[in-house]
C-alpha cells in the first residue's frame, strides 16, 4: 500500500485521528514522526487539534474552519464508534430534523460524554442482551459522508433501537417523522433484531406501531403474530418511562398517551 503525503492526506480527510494519519503517512516510522508533522501542520494552519488525538483539516480556499460535522466527529471518537438513534438516522439520510447540538454512537468501552464546539458527544454501551452474545455488529453499515467511510446502525436496527429509547431520538413525534422517510423496512430484520433483544415491552410497542402501520410497511400476519406470542404481559407505555396514562390496546398491552398520533400517514 503506497503512502500518501500529509497534505494530501488532509485534503481528503476532513476529520481524523492521529492513528488515521499515522497509518497513511508514516507507517514503520516513530510515532513522534507523525506528531511532529502535525504540529507543523498546526502552526501552518492546515489542521487544528478538537481534542487529543482527533483532528480537524482546513478546507482548501477557505480563511478558517467551519463547524467540523458532529456525524464525522462522533465516528472518530472511538476505534469501534458505530452512529446511533438520530445520527444514525441523519448517516442514512432520513432525519427530520438536523440535531447540531447531539450526536450519540454505539461503542463497546465505556466512555465519558464529551464537547467540541458546543456539541455533546453521547457515547452509548450496546444493549447488554447483545454484549452477551457478541453481537455488537449486528444491523451496522457504512456510508459515506464528506468522502468518509463512517460505520452507523442501517435501516432495521436504527428503527429498533429508536423506539426502544426515544429520548436519544428527540421524542415520539421526531422517530415518526424520521421512520416515515424509509422507504421500506426489512421485517424479517426487525424480528430477529427484536429476539436478540429479547424484551417483551419492546415486543409490545413494535407490535403496536407495525399494527397501525400495516400498509405502510407491509406487514403481514405473520410478523404480527410473533410479536404478539412474545409481547409482555403487563401494560407498558408505548414511550418508555411515560406515566401519563391513556388508552390502553389491550391486544398489545400497550397504554398510547392522550392526542398521540401513532399511524404514519396521521402526522402533520
Known amino acids: 500500500m503506497v503512502m500518501m503525503k500529509p497534505g494530501e492526506f488532509f485534503s481528503l480527510h476532513p476529520i481524523f485521528t492521529i492513528g488515521e494519519v499515522r497509518q497513511a503517512c508514516f507507517r514503520g516510522k516513530a510515532d513522534q514522526t507523525a506528531r511532529a508533522r502535525l504540529y507543523r501542520a498546526q502552526r501552518a494552519g492546515q489542521v487544528r487539534r478538537l481534542k487529543q488525538g482527533l483532528y480537524q483539516s482546513r478546507p482548501a480556499g477557505m480563511e478558517g474552519f467551519p463547524p467540523p460535522s458532529p456525524l464525522l466527529v462522533a465516528s472518530r471518537l472511538a476505534f469501534d464508534a458505530i452512529l446511533s438513534h438520530h445520527s444514525a438516522f441523519e448517516a442514512l439520510g432520513a432525519a427530520h430534523s438536523v440535531f ?37 455488529e449486528w444491523g451496522i453499515e457504512t456510508v459515506t459522508i464528506q468522502g468518509l467511510d463512517v460505520r452507523t446502525t442501517g435501516r432495521e436496527r436504527t428503527f429498533v433501537d429508536g423506539l426502544q429509547d426515544l429520548r436519544w431520538v428527540g421524542g415520539w413525534e421526531e422517530f415518526c417523522h424520521c421512520v416515515d422517510k424509509f422507504a421500506y423496512l426489512n421485517l424479517t430484520q426487525v424480528l430477529e433484531y427484536a429476539s436478540h433483544i429479547n424484551s417483551p415491552a419492546l415486543n409490545s410497542r413494535l407490535g403496536l406501531f407495525l399494527e397501525h402501520n400495516q400498509e405502510r410497511f407491509y406487514v403481514g ?24 396514562g391513556g388508552k390502553r390496546e389491550s391486544s398489545w398491552n400497550v ?14
Open 100 to 136: 447540531m447540538r447531539l450526536a450519540t454512537y454505539w461503542t463497546r468501552s465505556s466512555r465519558h460524554c464529551v464537547a467540541i464546539e458546543n456539541v455533546r458527544y453521547q457515547p452509548l454501551l450496546h444493549p447488554s442482551a447483545l454484549r452477551r452474545t457478541r453481537r455488537e
Open 255 to 268: 397504554t398510547i398517551p392522550p392526542n398521540l398520533t401513532v399511524a404514519l400517514g396521521e402526522l402533520t
Open 221 to 244: 400476519a405473520e410478523v404480527l403474530e410473533e410479536l404478539r406470542k412474545n409481547r409482555s404481559s403487563v401494560p407498558v407505555p408505548l414511550i418508555g418511562g411515560d406515566k401519563t
